[in-house]
Each structure stands twice: as C-alpha cells, then as structure tokens.
T-cell receptor, first 113, second 113 residues
Framework: AQSVTQLDSQVPVFEEAPVELRCNYS??????LFWYVQYPNQGLQLLLK??????LVKGINGFEAEFNKSQTSFHLRKPSVHISDTAEYFCAVSGSGTYKYIFGTGTRLKVLA | DAGVIQSPRHEVTEMGQEVTLRCKPISGHDYLFWYRQTMMRGLELLIY????????DSGMPEDRFSAKMPNASFSTLKIQPSEPRDSAVYFC???????????FGQGTRLTVV
C-alpha cells in the first residue's frame, strides 16, 4: 500500500523569501511522485512530476522538487515566493502496478507582504 | 479540448434525496478518478476506472455511493440517500495511460442539509 505524508498543514512565509514544503511517502513498489497546486475554488493543476531519471525536477512557476529515495521524500522548494503563490499544495504518489493516485492532506502556503 | 468537465458546480440538497454528479473526461483519456475533498480528510480517492471498467472502488465510503462509466466520455457518481456528512467537494480527474499527469475538473461542491 502507498501513503503520503505532508507534515505541515500551513506554512506562512514572507514575500521573496524561500520556501520548502515537505512530503514523505511510503511504498513497496517503484513510485511516481507529483506536486499539484490548488487555487481557491478551483481544481488541482500539476506543478511538477518525477517519473524517473534526474532526481531534481523543475516545474512551473519556478518550483522544483528533489526525489530522495533513501529518505523517501519529495520536498517542494522555491527560492523566492510571490503573493500569487498563495494556494494549497498537494503531494501525490502513484506506483508501479497500481495506477491510483494517493494524495497527501495538503499544505496551505500563505505568502505575506 | 475543454478539459475535464464536471456538473453541476454546486448542489444543495436535502438529507435523504438522491444526488448525481457528472463528469466528462478529456477525450482519449483512458483512466478516470473520482475524489472527495473535505477539510478533515483531505483528498480521498473513491473509485477509478480504466477503459470504462471500475478497477478499484475500495475508497467508496458505503453502499449509498455508486459510480458508473457507461462510455468513454461520461461518468456519474450517485449518492442515495444523501446525508449531511456527504457534504464535500467532489472532483473528477482523468489521465492518458498510467502514472501520467492527472487533469482535474473544477469540482462539484455538494451541500446536504
């Protein structure tokens, strides 16, 4: 069985400061990892994904994430956040042989002026 | 393509009534997922289909919930009878192939009073 843990339910950060949103997963099979963003009253949209290859993945809006197999983590980072990055961020895992996406509980990023 | 289309966007119903939520996936996508989102439980996978066939419905909360996919371009999630604890935002998502980006609809906000 797969699971995803997002340790921080809320992360406040000042504009132009760096941010890291944490995600840990567990799986008994090879995993595929995703970060999605949800703006208020909207569906989720993909920020970035790790399927294979380089462990550092770059996504849209200046976000990046690093797959760390030994620590079973896939943390999301941005070196300088903007007010417009205020949203909820979800980490998701899908596994080889099982194609259902399991989402974490989400981290609400609030960027302060 | 217009993306994943869900209807209605909002639904308010009385306890005990039947509710039907609708989803039109992206044309050509072969996987369809139904999720429920609440503050308490986050995004829960209810059921997913592959080529119109239900593959895993282990997330369906109870017998009051049922989902169908009569063809590649349409799926329904039905709750009968509805209860106040079913109030949530229900999302439909579709993918092409396995472990690829999931495209989400805008969601249906269901309120059962």
């Amino acid at each position: 069985a797969q699971s995803v843990t997002q340790l921080d339910s809320q992360v406040p950060v000042f504009e132009e400061a760096p941010v890291e949103l944490r995600c840990n997963y567990s799986s008994s099979v090879s995993v595929y990892l995703f970060w999605y963003v949800q703006y208020p009253n909207q569906g989720l949209q993909l920020l970035l994904k790790y399927l294979s290859g380089s462990t550092l993945v770059k996504g849209i809006n200046g976000f990046e994430a690093e797959f760390n197999k030994s620590q079973t983590s896939f943390h999301l980072r941005k070196p300088s956040v903007h007010i417009s990055d205020t949203a909820e961020y979800f980490c998701a895992v899908s596994g080889s042989g099982t194609y259902k996406y399991i989402f974490g509980t989400g981290t609400r990023l609030k960027v302060l002026a | 393509d217009a993306g994943v289309i869900q209807s209605p966007r909002h639904e308010v119903t009385e306890m005990g009534q039947e509710v039907t939520l609708r989803c039109k996936p992206i044309s050509g996508h072969d996987y369809l997922f139904w999720y429920r989102q609440t503050m308490m439980r986050g995004l829960e996978l209810l059921i997913y289909f592959n080529n119109n066939v239900p593959i895993d419905d282990s997330g369906m909360p109870e017998d009051r919930f049922s989902a169908k996919m009569p063809n590649a371009s349409f799926s329904t999630l039905k709750i009968q009878p509805s209860e106040p604890r079913d109030s949530a935002v229900y999302f439909c998502a579709s993918t092409y192939g396995q472990n690829t980006e999931a495209f989400f609809g805008q969601g249906t906000r269901l309120t059962v009073v």
